[in-house]
Nanobody, 121 residues
């Protein structure tokens, strides 16, 4: 079993900053990639940013230059630094990890429970 636990969401004014954190635990053999997705009310879940084990990053066009994804030294944590936040960034943010476990063959996607980010004055 694998668990992803997120933290760091909240209410912030436009132009403000938030930092999301996500930690993975459980029967983990290796983590190929970690990332963040978000889902606003009435919309589909969308990619925000991902980071591979080698450090390659991918960002949605809407967050480039404002958000930065990084992984912790232990490699089972991922962070999302969000600056210059806009009202359209309001959504539930989900942590994702592509993980090979010690108990199952192959790699699978695991998701956190989500953390609410609200950008409003």
């Amino acid at each position: 079993q694998v668990q992803l636990v997120e933290s760091g969401g909240g209410l912030v004014q436009p132009g403000g900053s938030l930092r999301l954190s996500c930690g993975a635990s459980g029967n983990i053999f290796s983590i190929a990639a970690m990332g963040w997705y978000r889902q606003a009310p009435g919309k589909q879940r969308e990619l925000v940013a991902t980071i591979a084990s080698g450090g390659k990053t991918i960002y949605a066009d809407s967050v480039k230059g404002r958000f930065t994804i990084s992984r912790g030294n232990a490699k089972n944590t991922v962070f999302l630094q969000m600056n210059s936040l806009k009202p359209e960034d309001t959504a539930v943010y989900y942590c994702n990890a592509h993980i090979i476990t010690t108990t199952l063959p192959g790699a699978f996607d695991y998701w956190g429970q989500g953390t609410q980010v609200t950008v409003s004055s």
